[in-house]
């Protein structure tokens, strides 16, 4: 496989303002690196030959990091001129797609399951979207994803919950019907697909025993000095 990714890096990072004042998210160190060299080394490990970098917030310390070290993985950064959205600067990256089917990831977040895996799923449920469900303990702060017969039931506001399936933040979506769609200049990407269920058939992959860190949550990055680099080996 070797395949196309948008990876979502343009995010504020409020939430770990406390740990990380002046750096955007995807810059957060980890064991003497910034976590977007793991999310990358993976994405290549895992056949990901192009990736399309959504840079929004901090962008200009992104651009000089990535012309520090030389790839073994074609980087494509696109800007967006003003913040949209998670699914407005998804849309904004599409203009450097060239793949039939790309995968959307955040970039700070890491779950690092089979792409292959995921994109034969994808293949079996014949549908223009599937999105990848981790399954995290507690799950207070996410909304939890109600699932039938292998397609998305429901996506849920959050709620007081001891564990469950969340969206794990990373989608595979056919390029074909994402053209076909009239996208807002700006707009959320995940409450796209909240009001999408009604009327889409989402696919929805729930692989068994993969880890889920948000860093933009303190304790999860804290946690991730020692898990990432781990699975960031394969």
Known sequence: MDSEAIVLAGGLGTRLRSV??????????????????????????????????????????????????????????????????????????????????????NGD?????????????????????????????????????????????AFREKAPAPAGWIYGGIALVESQWWESQTWPQTFSWEAYLTQAVPHLRIAAYQPQGVPFIDIGVPEDYHRAQALIPQYAQV
Do not use: M
């Not at 980890?30 to 399309?52: D, E, T």
């Open 20 to 105: 990380l004042p002046d750096l955007p998210k995807p810059l957060a160190p980890i064991q003497g690196q910034p976590f977007l060299f793991y999310l990358l080394r993976y994405l290549r490990a895992q056949g990901i030959g192009r990736v399309i970098l959504s840079l929004g917030y901090g962008a200009e310390h992104i651009l000089h990091w990535l012309k520090s070290a030389s790839w073994d993985i074609n980087i494509v950064p696109v800007v967006e001129p003003q913040p949209l959205g998670t699914g407005g600067a998804l849309a904004y990256a599409w203009r450097a797609v060239s793949a039939a089917r790309v995968f959307f990831l």
């Open 109 to 153: 977040t890491f779950f690092p399951i089979n792409l292959a895996d995921f994109e034969r799923f994808h293949n079996q449920s014949a549908t223009a979207i599937s999105v990848a469900l981790a399954y995290v303990s507690p799950a207070d702060r996410y909304g939890l994803v109600e699932v039938e017969g292998g397609f998305v039931k």
